[in-house]
Every structure is written in C-alpha cells, then in structure tokens.
C-alpha cells in the first residue's frame, strides 16, 4: 500500500510541480524561451524565422529525394511521402529533446549554481523550444499533405507527445549529470530507434512472426496513433493507446524520485 501510494504521489508531483513552478516563474520561464531563440539565430539575415525553415527546409529534401528521386512505393499505402514525413517530423523533435537533454544542466548551470533557481523547469524549457518549432512546422505539412480538417488532430498529437517527453527528459537529463556515457551511446540508441520504430517502413513489411514485438517499442505505438488518426491506417498490434497511457504513468514516478534524489548533487556537482 505504501509503494502504491509512493507511486501515485510521485506521479502527480512530476506532472504538477513543473507547471506550478513555471506558473510561479512564468515571467523567468518566458525569458529563457526568448533567450535561446535569439541565441540560435543572431547574426543571420532572416533571425528567428530559420527556427522554422530548418525543419521546414529539413523536410523538403526528403521530400525530395523520397517523392521525386527514389520514387518509393509501399503496398496498401497510397503515398508513401506522406506516410514517411507524418513520422519523422515527430521523431525529428523526440531527437532535438534528448539530445539536447545530455547537456541540459551544465548548459544552464550559471543560473543555479549561486542561485534559488527552480531547475525542474529547465526539462519543461526544453521541451517547450522544440515543441514551440515541430509543432508549427508539422501542422503546417499536416494541412498540406492530408488536408485542412486534420491540422487540428495533428495539433494535439504534438501536444500529447510534449506529454510524453516530459518524464524522459527528466530522467535523461539527471542521469547525464552523473554519466557522461550516455551522451556518446544515444546517437547509436537513437539510429537504432529509427530504423527499429515503422518510419522508413509501413509496419505490415515486418515479417508476421515478428510483428507482436511492436508492443515493446513506445515510438511504434506513437507511430500506430499517429497513422491511424491521420490516415486512418489500422494498427498492425492493436491496443496502442492503451499502452502509451501505461508507458507515460510508469516513467513519471521513477523521473520525480530520480530527480527529486539527484537535485541537491547536481547544484552540487555543476
């Protein structure tokens, strides 16, 4: 009963207190945000706009190279473009967050070190910046692509996977403090991601015998949500809402005991 009553605390001190501290320090929160997005663009011609004509320009060469040059085709899938980028525009932004979650604290280390900084919003920051620029840039290629109706389910789709992140970033950037090996190990965990998540390829090409094993990978299950609410695509392995809800509560009370454990050393060791 004990553990089951640690569980639920947990879970909701990870999602509440970001929120009431950002509520608390909203002015502060604001600031940071337009700090980092001048910080990315001074000194270029078009400024804050190539936060949005990166991705943007991103997407138009694979665009490119899938539509025109390679001409892929799936079976079953009408157009294979729209299939790829519904797909990677996300897992471009679930990049950009734990990346740049390695590096998190010490990038915002003179803040706290000397201060009474709330540093569990730094997460949040995080996720907000990236968010901010994937979300316009894929509702944007949500209404191109698939029509007008579905920019608004592409909207909370973005929304829910902010959602998501949240508890990830927590827990990647804590442990990154203290282990520097993970920052050198997720670019080959996160190819790995790729090309063992349904974003190159439609989930029905996986052998059948092996496409039970989907239910084990969280980004086929968001991959399942997002096909299936935009292309009406069936799921090859039902029940993936289901199970993204059960994922996102078993991360949120080990990312609050972590961070709640490792708040005082990280002040300490930056």
Request: proline residues 6%.
């Amino acid at each position: 009963m004990y553990l089951l009553k640690l569980f639920i605390f947990s879970i909701i001190h990870c999602i509440v207190t970001p929120l009431l501290q950002v509520k608390q320090h909203h002015e502060l929160f604001v600031s940071l945000l337009k700090r980092d997005f001048y910080t990315r663009t001074s000194g270029t011609l078009f400024g804050v706009a190539w936060l949005i004509l990166q991705p943007a320009l991103q997407i138009a060469a694979l665009w490119f190279l899938f539509q025109v040059i390679l001409q892929v085709r799936f079976p079953g899938i009408e157009s294979f473009i729209n299939y790829f980028l519904l797909g990677m525009i996300p897992w471009l932004a679930i990049t950009e967050i734990i990346m740049r979650s390695t590096n998190l604290y010490p990038e915002f280390a003179s803040l706290f070190k000397r201060n009474a900084f709330p540093i569990i919003i730094l997460p949040l920051l995080n996720i907000c910046l990236t968010m901010i620029i994937y979300t316009v840039v894929y509702v944007l290629c949500v209404g191109i692509l698939e029509g007008t109706d579905k920019m608004f389910p592409a909207l909370l789709i973005m929304l829910t996977l902010a959602l998501f992140m949240l508890p990830v970033s927590i827990i990647i950037s804590v442990l990154s403090v203290f282990f520097k090996d993970i920052a050198q190990a997720l670019p080959f965990i996160l190819t790995m991601g790729l090309y063992l998540s349904p974003i190159l390829y439609a989930p029905q090409m996986i052998p059948a015998e092996y496409q039970h094993y989907l239910i084990f990978n969280p980004v086929a299950d968001f991959m399942a949500l997002i096909h299936f609410n935009l292309q009406q695509l069936p799921p090859v392995v039902d029940g993936f809402m289901t199970r993204l809800l059960l994922e996102w509560l078993l991360l949120l009370a080990p990312a609050w005991l972590l961070f709640n454990r490792a708040e005082k050393h990280i002040r300490e060791v930056l």
